[in-house]
T-cell receptor, first 116, second 113 residues
Framework: AQKITQTQPGMFVQEKEAVTLDCTYD???????LFWYKQPSSGEMIFLIY??????QNATEGRYSLNFQKARKSANLVISASQLGDSAMYFC?????????????FGKGTLLTVNP | GAGVSQSPRYKVTKRGQDVALRCDPI?????LYWYRQALGQGPEFLTY????????KSGLPNDRFSAERPEGSISTLTIQRTEQRDSAMYRC???????????FGQGTRLTVV
């Protein structure tokens, strides 16, 4: 079974500052992928970044980076130079890879508010 | 198509009626997921298809819920004898392969009155 834990129901950050959104996971699968999605107030789910469990380097996509610490089972999202448009709900998710179970499991989310 | 398309976007139905929610995945995407999302919560897994095969339906709440993807493309989620507790946003996602990122549709907002 897989479990995603996001311990921060809400986070505040000043515009132009960096913010880290926490995500820890639990799985017995040897191979897996970790995802972050953004959900603005409009309701859409926007894919942000992906990290494979065997990737040697932490994933980066523009202002987003994933701080992957495999031994600690954490996959925190770092947003640099926050913008007002970053205010949204952020979800961490994981999915096994390499087997026959490809269930994508989500955490409860963190609501990020960027203050001007 | 360019993205995952879901229809209808909004559905209001009377308790006891059956509803069918449609998902048209990105062309060529092998994997298709259905999720249910309550307000302020994360998406809750319902079921997963690989091509036309329903490989995991462990998240379907009860036997009133069913899903199919007969030709490995469009999928339909059917809820029979709807109840008020079925009211939620129902989301579909697809991915090119089981190991790549999943892209979500806009969702269907179901309201049972």
């Amino acid at each position: 079974a897989q479990k995603i834990t996001q311990t921060q129901p809400g986070m505040f950050v000043q515009e132009k500052e960096a913010v880290t959104l926490d995500c820890t996971y639990d799985t017995s699968d040897p191979s897996y992928g970790l995802f972050w999605y953004k959900q603005p107030s409009s309701g859409e789910m926007i894919f942000l970044i992906y990290q494979g469990s065997y990737d040697q380097q932490n994933a980066t996509e523009g202002r987003y980076s994933l701080n992957f610490q495999k031994a600690r089972k954490s996959a925190n999202l770092v947003i640099s130079a926050s913008q007002l448009g970053d205010s949204a709900m952020y979800f961490c998710a994981m999915r096994p890879t390499g087997g026959s179970n490809y269930k994508l499991t989500f955490g409860k989310g963190t609501l990020l508010t960027v203050n001007p | 198509g360019a993205g995952v398309s879901q229809s209808p976007r909004y559905k209001v139905t009377k308790r006891g009626q059956d509803v069918a929610l449609r998902c048209d995945p990105i062309s060529g995407h092998v994997s298709l997921y259905w999720y249910r999302q309550a307000l302020g919560q994360g998406p809750e897994f319902l079921t997963y298809f690989n091509y036309e095969a329903q490989q995991d339906k462990s998240g379907l709440p009860n036997d009133r819920f069913s899903a199919e993807r007969p030709e490995g493309s469009i999928s339909t989620l059917t809820i029979q004898r709807t109840e008020q507790r079925d009211s939620a946003m129902y989301r579909c996602a697809s991915s090119l392969t089981p190991n790549t990122e999943a892209f979500f549709g806009q969702g269907t907002r179901l309201t049972v009155v």
